[in-house]
Structure formats: structure tokens, C-alpha cells
């Protein structure tokens, strides 16, 4: 005590009191937050879905969808930002964009920050997909169950127009191939599961493993096979109303036809569907094809037929695949004599309104009745 009073006289220093810790850069903090809730995605995207509700081809890793009680939802109340974080421009304390109760960034928000939104929509789209589609397969199966014989039908499609010495291996092959490679199978393998060629009437019915397989093979009507267009249609026996249950009537949308020589041999109505009248009944498809060809790529053609003779009954269906073609075919067509008789070209379907255009002139040298707008 005597050192002490003698080294210090004055008293023992006074230790300084403490200084407060500076506070974190808003910058660094808002980077930390947001690694911290890119880590969370992230683990949580990889949470596998339960057993029931995985699908091939999905993954495991979807995240939360409508249905699993939240057992895949992001924590993202755990993502709350500090104020320091709240300061910073574009940053905020809301969860984490693309998760319940948060909306899409708008365009000022950082690019991460979108990348993030569209992911997690990405994985909830994923999710929803395979909650359906397990869905729709057990309905599926339990109506295939007590209504076996409406299943087959389903499942069948008739393919007509088929060239003379089309083996059965040889078609069943090439429908499978447009189906994997146009996106339109469903499962790893093949989609055909059996062939039943007629070759006396060029016509064969072939039978797929799924109804959806089967929908998805109407997208191919005028396929182009071995120089012909073979006509796609469903069975006698299918009923539309009642095999909806069983799977989706129509092709799916996403399949890719963009590479494919496809016209169509059954043509819808539309305002540019045109009537061809006046053909000389002998002519087969190929001849009516040449004289309608050279104004443009057809869309959809169809050559009414006579079932008793064989021939066609003098008319035909078409649209063009640029419809701003339309009103020209008319013109350069219509009362063009073609052997003994003279062409009738028109729209298919009547106007709404009546129109008082006036007509136009015939081609030049052309002969037969005046024309009228249709």
C-alpha cells in the first residue's frame, strides 16, 4: 500500500469506461442477409418430397407445393433483416422473394434478387406439377379399373393413307421416334405397345400404354411418311365425353412440331378456310396439291371422298398457312377453267356482315360464270 501511494500519489488511474462497438457497414450487413437466405433456398430446395408424391423425371428437391402441410415451406421467418439492413436501398425485411406473402421484385431490385424470385417460382411450379399429375394417375387408374372397356378405346388411334408395302415394324418405329423426339412421351421407353397393320385397305390402329401417349399422337395428323400424309383419328368406338376422365383429349402444347412436314387433313373453321369446287373427280390429292402449291405452304388440306367409287367428289378444304394468301388464291382461281369445267373458289364459311366490295376481275384469258365477294 505505501508503493502504491508512492507510485501513484494521486490515486490509482481511473480505468476509461468502455466505448460502444461501431456499428456494422448497412452494405455488409444487407450482403450477409442475403447470403444467409440464399443458403436457406438452398437447403431447402433440396429437401426431398415424400415418397408419394415423387414423380420420374421431377427430381426430389422441389420445395414446397400445395398439399404437404407446409412440410417443405422455406423458414422464411427466420430471414427477418436488422434495421441496419432496412436502410440500405432495395433492401427490406419482407421474406424472401417468390415465398408466401412476398410479391416479384419490381424492376429497380437487384438482379440477384429476380434470379432468386424466378427460381422459387420454377420450384413451385415443379411442385404443383407433380402434386397434380399424382393426382390425376390415381383417378386415372380407379376409373380404368371399373371401366376397362372404355379404357381401350382411349388408348387406340387410327392411322389411314398409309403407302402401299408399310410394314408393321417399320410404322410402329416411326411413331415412336416423333413421340420421343417431338417431347410427346411420357415415360422412358417405347409408347406403342402393339400394331395391327391392314395392308388391302392401306389403314392400320395401333394401341399405346397411356391415353396421354395416345392425345399426344393426334398432333401428328398430316405427317409426311414415305411421300404421303397419313390421316390421324380416333377410333369409331371412342367417346369423347366419357374418356376425358381417363387422361387429356388434346396433345400437349409443349410438344416441339416446329421440324416436321405436317399439313393438316382435317381443316377447322376459320375466317380463311377456302372451298374448292369444279375439280375434275379423277384427280387424286397429289394433283390438287400441285395446282394450290405454288401460292404458298399449305396449312390444312382435305379432298372430300367418295366411299362407293373411290374418287373424290370434286371439292376440297384448305387453308394456307400465311392467311394473308387468302383473298389472293381467290382471285387467281376462281373460274379458272380446269378441263371441262371451271373452278369455284371461295371462303368456306359465310361472312358475318354482308359485304358490298366489288368483285374482282377474273385472271387474265380466264372464262366462266362473273365472280362475287363472298
Known amino acids: 500500500q505505501q508503493q502504491q501511494q508512492q507510485a501513484y500519489p494521486l490515486g490509482p488511474p481511473q480505468q476509461?469506461?468502455?466505448?460502444?462497438a461501431s456499428p456494422p457497414s448497412p452494405y455488409l450487413a444487407a450482403q450477409q442477409h442475403h447470403y444467409q437466405r440464399a443458403q436457406l433456398m438452398?437447403?431447402?430446395?433440396?429437401?426431398?418430397?415424400?415418397?408419394?408424391?415423387?414423380?420420374?423425371?421431377?427430381?426430389?428437391?422441389?420445395?414446397?407445393?400445395?398439399g404437404n402441410n407446409g412440410a417443405n415451406d422455406l423458414p422464411y421467418a427466420q430471414l427477418q433483416a436488422p434495421a441496419a439492413v432496412q436502410a440500405v436501398p432495395h433492401m427490406d425485411a419482407s421474406p424472401p422473394p417468390g415465398l408466401p406473402g412476398a410479391g416479384p421484385p419490381d424492376s429497380?431490385?437487384?438482379?440477384?434478387d429476380q434470379l432468386r424470385y424466378r427460381d422459387a417460382q420454377i420450384t413451385k411450379l415443379a411442385g404443383t406439377l407433380a402434386h397434380y399429375r399424382a393426382w390425376s394417375t390415381q383417378v386415372q387408374a380407379r376409373y380404368q379399373m371399373?371401366?376397362?372397356?372404355?379404357?381401350r378405346p382411349a388408348r387406340r388411334i387410327y392411322?389411314?393413307?398409309?403407302?402401299?408395302?408399310?410394314?408393321?415394324?417399320?410404322?410402329?418405329?416411326?411413331?415412336?421416334?416423333?413421340?420421343?423426339?417431338?417431347?410427346?412421351?411420357?415415360?422412358?421407353?417405347?409408347?406403342?405397345?402393339s400394331c395391327k397393320l391392314y395392308p388391302e385397305k392401306n389403314f392400320a390402329?395401333?394401341?399405346?400404354?397411356?391415353?396421354?401417349?395416345?392425345?399426344?399422337?393426334?398432333?401428328?395428323?398430316?405427317?409426311?411418311?414415305?411421300?404421303?400424309?397419313l390421316k390421324i383419328r380416333r377410333p369409331n368406338n371412342y367417346e369423347a365425353d366419357v374418356c376425358i376422365m381417363l387422361g387429356p383429349p388434346e396433345p400437349d402444347p409443349t410438344m416441339d412440331l416446329t421440324a416436321l412436314d405436317i399439313v393438316k387433313t382435317v381443316v377447322m373453321d376459320s375466317p380463311n378456310k377456302l372451298f374448292v369446287g369444279g375439280l375434275p373427280c379423277d384427280w387424286t390429292e397429289d394433283q390438287v396439291k400441285e395446282l394450290l402449291l405454288?401460292?404458298?405452304?399449305?396449312?390444312?388440306?382435305?379432298?372430300?371422298?367418295?366411299?362407293?367409287?373411290?374418287?373424290?367428289?370434286?371439292?376440297?378444304?384448305?387453308?394456307?398457312?400465311?392467311?394473308a394468301l387468302t383473298n389472293y388464291v381467290i382471285q387467281a382461281l376462281n373460274g379458272k377453267p380446269v378441263g371441262t369445267k371451271f373452278l369455284?373458289?371461295?371462303?368456306?364459311?359465310?361472312?358475318?356482315?354482308p359485304s358490298f366490295d366489288q368483285p374482282s376481275p377474273p385472271p387474265q384469258g380466264a372464262q366462266g360464270p362473273p365472280q362475287y365477294s363472298a
Open 205 to 229: 390402329f395401333l394401341e399405346f400404354r397411356s391415353v396421354e401417349e395416345a392425345s399426344n399422337c393426334m398432333a401428328f395428323d398430316g405427317i409426311a411418311f414415305r411421300e404421303c400424309y
Open 16 to 20: 476509461p469506461p468502455p466505448q460502444p
Open 146 to 151: 371399373f371401366n376397362a372397356e372404355v379404357a
Open 344 to 353: 369455284t373458289v371461295k371462303r368456306a364459311l359465310a361472312p358475318s356482315a
Open 42 to 66: 438452398a437447403a431447402a430446395a433440396a429437401r426431398p418430397l415424400p415418397p408419394q408424391h415423387q414423380q420420374p423425371g421431377l427430381g426430389t428437391g422441389l420445395g414446397s407445393f400445395p
Open 108 to 112: 429497380a431490385a437487384p438482379f440477384s
Open 159 to 193: 392411322v389411314g393413307g398409309l403407302p402401299s408395302g408399310t410394314q408393321e415394324l417399320e410404322l410402329r418405329q416411326y411413331v415412336n421416334d416423333l413421340l420421343m423426339k417431338s417431347g410427346g412421351s411420357t415415360a422412358p421407353g417405347f409408347p406403342i405397345n
Open 294 to 323: 405454288p401460292f404458298g405452304m399449305l396449312k390444312a388440306f382435305n379432298l372430300v371422298m367418295d366411299k362407293t367409287t373411290g374418287n373424290s367428289k370434286g371439292y376440297c378444304f384448305c387453308e394456307f398457312a400465311d392467311t
